[in-house]
């Protein structure tokens, strides 16, 4: 009797825990009808006449958009294909590079940090990476052989400065100047993606040794800047980096299909980069870059500003989660305040004389841009990704919006569009 007794509890605790588990995972971001949350069905039918047209017009190979309000799914198609070679149809589990999307995730575990009292936003980082201790100016360059001298800034870089592109620091490839291009090729910096076996402490020390664009603090520069501080919450948690996402967020917000490299399991629901030749879609060559860095090679890099993979419905709870001021499904990764903070224009507080609002993780919406129409409220967060990719959020009418396409060196004006007709849906 007893032992039976003991059979029918644990099936009971068994079958209760795995009910409470599936209604939590039902709890995040249930699909519902577009006009029980305010929003226009009929308006939404536009959003697929705008990615049909862009793929019968050869704007895009396809796209999966994704669009949720006060924490419900309305929208959630995929259109087009996913690979070029089979002509395979795009589905929505369909997993995407999104390059610099993984800007706020690493922005993120930096606060999430700073809340447990770790550091404070305005230390020089040089105190956590001594490599950072004596930051340059590039003074003069040779073009002959990409040599040159330096002075020394006038200040230190904090982690503030990092949070908002005003480091200094450039980004090699794809940086606007063709000298620190040259320089950083020179040294070897890896600035985006490798196949190669490189750490990134490897990569960020090195880093520190180059010269900046500007004083920190002087200038909005869009930088490597979040990958040093990938390395940066290494040697503050004492985690590797793609740990600490992993159990610190993926795990806890059932981003399951979020990570840097991908398992074996998954390779078939990895997207193609495709670009266009002659008017026809292929696969895009290997350039300073190979495209198939999730699935091969070393998979030791991991970029804090443009290494992670995704799906539409991870990043949906991603966004969700500051939507709900720092909350997912009871569980909580940032306190309310430490949102409010996040998503405050940071750069009058570092200086008036830059033009540019941005916050800890995002880039926001203000007064002049909401004025100008198609963007959303004044507060809206947003970025998108080297690979084509876009995202925003409004907290005041509580809507997110993702869409994700894997193109380079295409004229595609879908992203814009698609901002444009989720906010004309808004019917409350």
């Known amino acids: 009797m007893k032992k039976l007794f003991l059979i029918l509890l644990s099936t009971f605790l068994f079958t209760a825990c795995f009910t409470q588990s599936n209604a939590q995972q039902q709890k995040t971001l249930p699909e519902v009808s577009a006009t029980t949350v305010g929003i226009s069905q009929d308006r939404l039918a536009r959003i697929d006449i705008l990615l049909t047209n862009a793929i019968q017009d050869n704007k895009i190979p396809g796209a999966v958009a994704l669009i949720a309000r006060h924490g419900k799914i309305v929208y959630y198609k995929a259109f087009g294909m996913a690979n070029n070679k089979s002509e395979e149809s795009l589905k929505l589990d369909y997993i995407f590079r999104i390059a610099s999307q993984s800007k706020a995730i690493t922005s993120t575990a930096v606060m ?52 908002t592109h005003t480091s200094g620091i450039g980004y090699g490839q794809i940086d606007g100047d ?12 890896v600035d985006l993606f490798t196949t190669e076996n490189v750490k990134i402490a490897d990569n960020i020390k090195k880093l520190a040794s180059l010269p900046l664009h500007h004083n920190p603090g002087e200038k909005f520069t869009y930088s490597e800047g979040l990958d040093v501080l990938g390395y940066f919450i290494e040697v503050v948690s004492g985690m590797p980096f793609d740990v600490f996402l992993k159990t610190r967020i993926f795990d806890p917000l059932g981003m399951n ?16 980069v495709q670009t266009k030749e002659n008017d026809k879609w292929v696969k895009y060559p290997v350039t300073f870059y190979d495209t198939d860095y999730p699935k091969t090679g070393a998979k030791q890099f991991f970029s804090g500003g443009a290494g992670l993979t995704s799906t539409a419905k991870d990043y949906a709870a991603f966004l969700q989660m500051y939507l709900n001021q720092g909350e997912l499904n009871g569980i909580r990764l940032l306190s309310r305040t430490t949102v409010e903070t996040i998503l405050t224009n940071q750069i009058p507080y570092i200086s008036n004389d830059i033009p540019a609002v941005h ?3 995002f880039g926001l919406v203000d007064t002049k841009k909401h004025d100008l129409g198609g963007s959303g409220s004044e507060g809206t967060f947003e970025w998108g990704g080297y690979f084509n990719t876009q995202y925003f959020a409004d907290p005041k009418e509580g809507i997110l919006g993702i869409l994700l396409k894997q193109t380079q060196k295409v004229n595609d004006d879908t992203g814009g569009k698609f901002r444009l007709l989720v906010n004309a849906a808004i019917a409350d």
Do not use: C, H
Not at 119 to 137: A, C, R, V
């Open 359 to 361: 916050g800890l993780a």
């Open 257 to 272: 299909d979020t990570q840097f490299y991908l398992p074996e399991t998954k390779y078939n629901r990895l997207v193609t």
């Open 178 to 189: 063709a000298q620190f291009r040259k320089i950083y090729a020179k040294a070897g910096i």
């Open 112 to 163: 999430m940090l700073w809340e447990e009292g770790k550091f404070s936003l305005d230390e020089p980082i040089s105190k956590y990476i001594p490599e950072f201790g004596t930051p340059q100016l590039l003074e003069s360059f040779n073009e002959a052989d990409s040599s040159y001298t330096t002075k020394p800034a006038d200040k230190q870089i904090t982690i503030r400065n990092l949070l």
